[in-house]
C-alpha cells in the first residue's frame, strides 16, 4: 500500500512551507514515527515523521515552497525491511568457537565509550548531531574543519557554532568577484515584511536614556554564587531588566496596551518577548505572566525558551501573543540603536553595550559602567510624556534595584529570595 505523506498544518493563517532539509533519501526505509524532514514556516521550524514504516519516495525537493496539505512523499508499506548485518565480533563468535574470548581493557578514566575499537576510535568520532549536520550544511563545513569536543568525539552544535565564528574571516576571498544567491527562507520573508510594516503603518518615535549599572553589578559580584547555589540558574542582567519592565508596565499600562481596529486593547498582564538571535533568523518567545515571577523564575524561563530558539525547538504557542519586547544588542556589541516595535505591540526597549565613561558625580568625574537604553513606541497610542516617564521609572528601578519592592525588612535579599 502507498502511503502519502501530507504537509500539516502548522498553525492558522499559515498556507504553505518550505522543505528545509530531507533527513531521508529516496529509496530510504523508514520505521513508523521516524523523522522525513524539517519543514519552515513563517514562524517556526517543524519536522514531519512517517506515519506508517515502508520505503520512502520523495516528491519534492528540497528548499521548494508547498501548500500545506500537499503531498511531499510516499511510503511504501509493503517494501520489506532491508536486512540487519551481522556484526562482525558476532560473527566471528559463531565461525571460530575455538578461538578464545579477547579482554576487553576496561574503560578509561576520561569517560571513553565501550564501543571503541582497538585503534581508540569511537563509533562517534567525527560524527555530528542533527542540529550540528544541518549547521555544517547550510555553511558548507566539512567534518574535518569542525573541532569535536562532544562524547566519544561526536561534533556538537556548539563545535558547528565555533567553526562557523573561525572561518567568518576567510570567507571572501582576496580579488574574488564571485556573487553568491540563495533563496530567502520563509522565516526571513516573513521578518522583512513584518519590519517593512511596522514602518509604513506605525508612527515610531525613539526616545534614549542611560543607566549606571553600578548597583547591578555590584549585586551579581556579591550574590551570583549564592544565587545559583540556590535557584539553579545564573543571575544575568536580563532579569533585572525584566523585572523593572513589568513594574513599570503597571505604572504606564498605555506602553502595554495595542491598537485593535478602532478600539485600544490594555493587558493587566505583562507578557514578555524576548528576542532572541538564531542561525536563521530573529525569533522571539514570548515569557507568559513575567510579572508574576520572581528573578529566579525570570532566568529560568529566559534559559529555556534561548535554548528551544537555538535548537530551532520553538513552537507557535512560544511566540504567540506579546504585550511587550526586550532586545538586546549590547551582547553583539551594539552601543546605541532605534528597536523596531514587534507588532501588534506598541513597544520595545533596546539594551546596549555596557561601557565604561567618565561621569559627573556631586562635581566630580567618576568614571562609571553605563549603558544606553532605548524605548520605539507607536506614537498613536503611547505619549511622549508616558513613553519619556516610562524609561525614566525603568532607569530608577535598575539603579536602585530595591525600587522594584515594596516593602520587607531586607529588599535586597527579598528581591533574589535568598
Not at 565480533?89 to 571503541?116: D, H, L, M, R, Y
Not at 530608577?396 to 531586607?410: A, F, R, S, V
Request: charged fraction near 25%.
Amino acid at each position: 500500500m502507498i502511503v502519502e505523506i501530507k504537509v500539516p498544518s502548522p498553525g492558522e493563517s499559515i498556507t504553505e512551507v518550505q522543505i528545509a532539509r530531507w533527513l531521508k533519501k529516496d529509496g530510504d526505509y523508514v520505521e513508523r514515527d521516524e523523522e522525513l524532514c524539517e519543514i519552515d514556516s513563517d514562524k517556526a521550524t517543524l519536522t514531519v515523521n512517517a506515519e506508517q514504516a515502508g520505503k520512502v519516495k520523495i516528491l519534492v525537493k528540497e528548499g521548494d515552497t508547498v501548500e500545506v496539505g500537499k503531498a511531499i512523499c510516499s511510503i511504501d508499506t509493503d517494501a520489506k525491511a532491508p536486512a540487519k548485518q551481522t556484526p562482525p565480533q558476532e560473527e566471528s563468535i559463531k565461525t571460530k568457537k575455538a578461538v578464545p574470548p579477547v579482554t576487553v581493557a576496561p574503560a578509561a578514566s576520561n569517560g571513553s565509550s565501550k564501543s571503541e575499537s582497538k585503534s581508540g576510535k569511537n563509533y562517534a568520532d567525527k560524527v555530528p548531531s542533527v542540529s550540528a549536520q544541518k549547521l555544517m550544511a547550510e555553511n558548507k563545513l566539512t567534518a574535518e574543519q569542525v573541532s569535536a569536543t562532544g562524547k566519544g568525539g561526536r561534533i556538537t552544535k556548539a563545535d558547528a557554532m565555533n567553526a562557523m565564528s573561525a572561518n567568518e574571516g576567510s570567507a571572501m576571498v582576496v580579488g574574488s568577484r564571485e556573487i553568491k544567491r540563495e533563496k530567502m527562507s520563509m522565516l526571513r520573508k516573513k521578518i522583512a515584511q513584518r519590519l517593512v510594516a511596522v514602518k509604513n503603518e506605525t508612527a515610531m518615535l525613539t526616545t534614549f536614556n542611560e543607566v549606571d549599572m553600578s548597583a547591578i553589578i555590584e549585586i551579581r559580584k556579591k550574590h551570583k554564587e549564592s544565587f545559583k547555589e540556590k535557584h539553579g540558574v545564573g543571575l544575568g542582567f536580563m532579569s533585572f531588566f525584566t523585572k523593572a519592565v513589568t513594574e513599570a508596565l503597571a505604572l504606564f499600562p498605555a506602553v502595554n496596551a495595542m491598537i485593535d481596529g478602532e478600539e485600544v486593547q490594555y493587558h493587566s498582564y505583562a507578557d514578555i518577548g524576548i528576542a532572541v538571535s538564531t542561525p536563521k533568523g530573529l525569533m522571539v518567545p514570548v515569557m507568559r505572566n513575567a510579572e508574576a515571577l520572581s528573578l529566579a523564575g525570570i532566568e529560568a524561563a529566559i534559559g529555556q525558551l534561548a535554548g528551544k530558539a537555538r535548537d530551532g525547538a520553538l513552537t507557535l504557542e512560544d511566540m504567540k501573543g506579546g504585550t511587550f519586547t526586550i532586545t538586546n544588542g549590547g551582547v553583539f556589541g551594539s552601543l546605541m540603536s532605534t528597536p523596531i516595535i514587534n507588532p501588534p505591540q506598541s513597544a520595545i526597549l533596546g539594551m546596549h553595550n555596557i561601557v565604561e565613561r567618565p561621569m559627573a558625580v556631586d562635581g566630580q568625574v567618576v568614571i562609571k559602567p553605563m549603558m544606553y537604553v532605548a524605548l520605539s513606541y507607536d506614537h498613536r497610542i503611547i505619549d511622549g510624556r508616558e513613553s519619556v516617564s516610562f524609561l525614566v521609572k525603568v532607569k530608577e528601578m535598575l539603579e536602585n534595584p530595591i525600587l522594584m519592592l515594596h516593602q520587607g525588612k531586607d529588599p535586597l535579599k527579598k528581591l533574589l529570595q535568598l
